[in-house]
Nanobody, 123 residues
Framework: QVHFVESGGGLVQPGGSLRLSCAAS????????MTWYRQAPGKERELVAR????????NYADSVKGRFTISRDNAKNTTYLQMNSLKPEDTALYYC????????????????WGQGTQVTVSS
């Protein structure tokens, strides 16, 4: 079944860096876009970054543009989020996400989420 293992979160001071990883299984990873979302307590879920299957097209939220970099390694079924120049407002639970639309031979269509990894930016 579709499954994600997210890692790399933690406590970091403002201006610091973290790299999040999302190891995926249960679907044909190389054929779908991967997305990172985040949600802080009491706030709406926010799309952070998205990368298409080949990595050719990448989109970022305006709030993280120039500071975060999304990437993927299809051979390892893993997507990454490199976060630099972190700010307190980046504090949130970060989720790996995929939307399967029915063309995957290994998994049914649907929206799938990882368990989340906590990022806390504080002095």
């Amino acid at each position: 079944q579709v499954h994600f293992v997210e890692s790399g979160g933690g406590l970091v001071q403002p201006g610091g860096s973290l790299r999040l990883s999302c190891a995926a299984s249960g679907f044909t990873f190389s054929k779908v876009a991967m997305t990172w979302y985040r949600q802080a307590p009491g706030k709406e879920r926010e799309l952070v970054a998205r990368i298409t299957a080949s990595g050719a097209i990448i989109n970022y939220a305006d709030s993280v543009k120039g500071r975060f970099t999304i990437s993927r390694d299809n051979a390892k079924n893993t997507t990454y989020l490199q976060m630099n120049s972190l700010k307190p407002e980046d504090t949130a639970l970060y989720y790996c996400n995929v939307r399967l639309v029915g063309t995957d031979k290994r998994a049914p269509p649907g929206v799938y989420w990882g368990q989340g990894t906590q990022v806390t930016v504080s002095s």
